[in-house]
């Protein structure tokens, strides 16, 4: 039965206006679930950040509903250009090459579109779907029951309490939402401090004359003491990410004028070639994990639960990923249906998926791995989560099995993707099996042949990912039962 709750304002609060924050409203949104986005800042907050856009990511943007924005709205990755002493060096690829086919996708490469454009397309299809979000809320304070969730915050109007059935942290490194249900955080350094870096590191937008858009132009450390710089054109726009590092210890100078003095210092460029900056920021890396995913009726995503260094480009991927995860098991306990204890499995599920990003971003900015197929996150799954119940026995190493992404492949009339788009189940059956008794509100869909899948019956999750897996029907109305679904 759908969860019922006395005296709350919205089914979800949602605090936070990022990526993660928005992804979740959109999802929630087309599910019909009464949520509410709230956000700090007056406005969607500026800036390029998380400009990479990975193959899965691009999968759950492309079910959310705003892959045609954000394929207008952004290009693919340039070639790095290496210069020294006001000459090109030579050219290095930023990323290994994807195999023809890799993962069953559409997508093989990273996407660039600057993160503030991200957040206005999902912020776009969010008012949309009826969608809200309320800026200029800071949260101060939470109390949890067994009912819900009172959450108090400042505004401009004043102060206002919000009651929820659930609350949402999306709301960033620095998660007020996080500290006040007392969630520590553990980091990578043996200190516990997540400190990647000690080297402080300047990003910001800027309008640059003298370079050209067709490359990535890269900066190494000079032996006059400058160190490295990275000036990437930002597709879609007329700007440029500028990334430079400094020695620990360095007071930065985020100002406008500081960036045109570290693009004059670390390249053939004049000051004067900078001729607009729109956003600037500096940060030291870190990564660092929450300790829990969950406090009874508090989830945290994104940002809030992961801090990530940015060389990898997998925090904004992985947040948004937390969200597809949490957003169609929400929908779910709140109105299809399905028992509370199905919330659970977010933790179970994502919080590994965060470690092992995290360990991987790490890597990659130490210089000791690469960005390849590691970092496009189409191999990711969930194998040893209770939700995943693999039936069959003596599989392959290539064999599709509950727990992991299902792939694409050919069905009846079209592709299997467009038929997994969309908010509900699937069932699958590939080879020749008998087709399985209908579950009401599941699609269904044939595989004739196909080598991942083989032979068997596929119980496909909202997001995507396979649930359950037999090479007959026999069990598939138990599993239906437990996840919510009206086996009949």
């Not at 300047?202 to 490359?215: K, M, Q």
């Amino acid at each position: 039965m759908p969860e019922h709750g006395r005296n709350v304002d919205v089914d979800v609060l949602v605090v936070g206006a990022g990526p993660a924050g928005l992804a979740l409203g959109v999802d929630l949104a087309r599910r019909g679930v009464d949520a509410l986005v709230v956000e700090r800042g007056r406005s969607l907050a500026p800036g390029s950040r998380g400009k990479g856009i990975q193959p899965r990511t691009m999968e759950v943007l492309d079910d959310l509903g705003v892959l045609d924005a954000i394929r207008a709205a952004g290009g693919d990755y340039p070639v790095g250009l290496i210069w020294r002493d006001g000459k090109r060096a030579g050219e290095q690829s930023m990323f290994d090459p994807a195999e023809d086919g890799e993962e069953g996708s559409a997508f093989a490469e990273p996407w660039m579109v600057p993160q503030w454009r991200t957040q206005e397309i999902l912020f776009e299809r969010l008012a949309a779907l009826g969608g809200r979000v309320a800026f200029g809320r800071e949260v101060t304070a939470l109390d949890q029951d067994e009912d819900g969730v009172s959450v108090r915050f400042t505004s401009g109007e004043g102060t206002g309490t919000i009651r929820a059935r659930y609350v949402v942290a999306a709301d960033g490194g620095r998660s007020a939402v996080r500290r006040a249900v007392g969630i520590g955080m553990t980091g990578a350094g043996s200190d516990g401090s997540g400190v990647v870096d000690p080297d402080p590191i300047l990003v910001g937008d800027a309008l640059i004359s003298g370079l050209d858009r067709d490359h990535w132009h890269l900066f190494p450390p000079r032996g006059d003491g400058e160190g490295f710089m990275a000036v990437c054109p930002l597709a879609g726009t007329e700007y440029f990410q500028v990334v430079a590092g400094f020695p620990a210890g360095t007071t930065l100078d985020s100002s406008a004028d500081g960036v045109r003095g570290t693009v004059a210092a670390r390249s053939h460029l004049a000051a004067d070639a900078v001729t607009e900056v729109r956003w600037v920021s500096d940060f030291r890396p870190r990564a660092a994990l929450a300790d829990r995913f969950r406090v009874g009726r508090v989830f945290l995503t994104g940002d809030a639960a992961h801090i990530h260094s940015p060389a990898g480009g997998q925090g904004l991927n992985t947040s948004v990923q937390d969200a597809y995860n949490l957003g169609w098991k929400l929908g779910a306990v709140l109105g299809g249906g399905a028992p509370a204890s199905l919330l659970d499995t977010y933790e179970e599920e994502r919080r590994p998926v965060a470690a092992g990003m995290l360990g991987l971003s790490t890597r990659i900015h130490r210089g000791e791995a690469r960005r390849g197929r590691e970092t496009r996150q189409l191999g990711l799954g969930y194998r040893g989560s209770s939700l995943a119940v693999e039936t069959r026995q003596d599989l392959g190493d290539e064999a599709v099995r509950a727990g992991d992404r299902a792939p694409d492949a050919a069905v009846d009339g079209g592709r299997l993707f467009d038929v997994l788009r969309g908010a509900h189940w699937t069932l699958i059956t590939a080879g020749a099996v008998p087709q399985p008794p209908a579950l009401p509100g599941v699609r269904g869909a044939r595989i004739g042949s196909c080598e991942r899948y083989g032979s068997g019956v596929f119980l496909v999750r909202p997001d995507g990912y396979v649930g359950w897996a037999g090479a007959g029907a026999q069990g598939l109305r138990e599993y239906a039962a437990l996840v919510g679904l009206d086996a009949g």
